[in-house]
C-alpha cells in the first residue's frame, strides 16, 4: 500500500523581520508584480497557486512564491491538494507605508 505523501508546510518571513532592500527586490521582478497585483484583487486565500495568469511554470511559480514569502508579501496554506494564498497587505503595510499602493498603480 502506498503511504500518502505529504508536502512540508511553507516557511515564512513577517514583515518586520524584512529589509527593505529585499522587498523591493522581490517587487521589481515583473512576475512576482504581478503575483501581488491578482493577490490583491482577490480575497484572502482564494486563490491558489495553479490560478495565476504569468508566464512561468510550475518551478518558477514556486521560486516566484517562494521569494514574496521571504519578503513577508504573501502566506500561504495548504487545503488538501491545494496551496493558497493571501497577500500580508495590512502587516507588509505597517513595515513600509505606501509601498504596495505604487506597486498596485496601473497608471505608469
Known amino acids: 500500500m502506498a503511504t ?6 511553507p516557511e515564512h518571513t513577517h514583515p518586520d ?16 508584480a504581478q ?19 504569468v508566464p512561468v511554470g510550475k518551478a518558477g511559480l514556486s521560486h516566484h512564491f517562494a521569494v514574496l514569502r521571504a519578503a513577508g508579501l504573501v502566506e500561504q ?3 488538501g491538494p491545494r496551496r493558497v494564498n493571501r ?6 503595510d505597517a513595515r513600509f507605508p505606501g ?3 505604487l506597486v ?4 505608469f
Open 87 to 92: 497577500l500580508r497587505r495590512a502587516e507588509f
Open 35 to 53: 503575483l501581488v497585483r491578482e493577490l490583491a484583487g482577490s480575497p484572502d486565500w482564494s486563490r491558489s497557486c495553479g490560478t495565476f495568469d
Open 4 to 9: 500518502p505523501r505529504h508536502r512540508t508546510a
Open 77 to 79: 496554506r495548504d487545503e
Open 104 to 107: 498596485l498603480r496601473t497608471d
Open 17 to 32: 523581520e524584512v529589509p527593505v532592500l529585499t522587498a523591493l527586490a522581490a517587487l521589481a521582478d515583473p512576475v512576482r
Open 99 to 101: 509601498l504596495l499602493e
